[in-house]
């Protein structure tokens, strides 16, 4: 990998129970890119994903445009890669 880059996303409003993190999981299967995706106790929902920073943007832009009417607002941090996944899941 060349400059791999890792995100953490928090999306907040009606995120849970509309099949977001199945979404998030199909979405990212379809680009290089590895992490999770879980529903947080506050009712928010957690995306962190590795990969090259245009399919990370790929990424946060899909389930965007494909989950708006439910998504408040969107956290996004960026940092380094840590090489912590083997692929893309759902966690619970």
């Given at each position: 990998m060349g400059d791999s880059s890792r995100i953490r996303v928090i999306y907040s409003g009606n995120v849970q129970g509309v099949g977001?993190?199945?979404?998030a999981?199909?979405?990212a299967k379809t680009l290089p890119v590895k992490g999770?995706?879980?529903n947080l106790q506050d009712g928010c929902v957690e995306?962190?994903?590795e990969g090259e920073p245009p399919d990370l943007d790929a990424l946060i832009e899909r389930i965007r445009s494909r989950m708006?009417?439910?998504i408040?607002?969107?956290a996004v941090e960026r940092g380094?890669?840590?090489g912590d996944f083997k692929d893309f899941s759902v966690r619970f």
């Amino acid at each position: 990998m060349g400059d791999s880059s890792r995100i953490r996303v928090i999306y907040s409003g009606n995120v849970q129970g509309v099949g977001f993190r199945a979404t998030a999981r199909s979405l990212a299967k379809t680009l290089p890119v590895k992490g999770f995706v879980k529903n947080l106790q506050d009712g928010c929902v957690e995306l962190v994903a590795e990969g090259e920073p245009p399919d990370l943007d790929a990424l946060i832009e899909r389930i965007r445009s494909r989950m708006s009417e439910h998504i408040r607002n969107v956290a996004v941090e960026r940092g380094a890669s840590k090489g912590d996944f083997k692929d893309f899941s759902v966690r619970f």
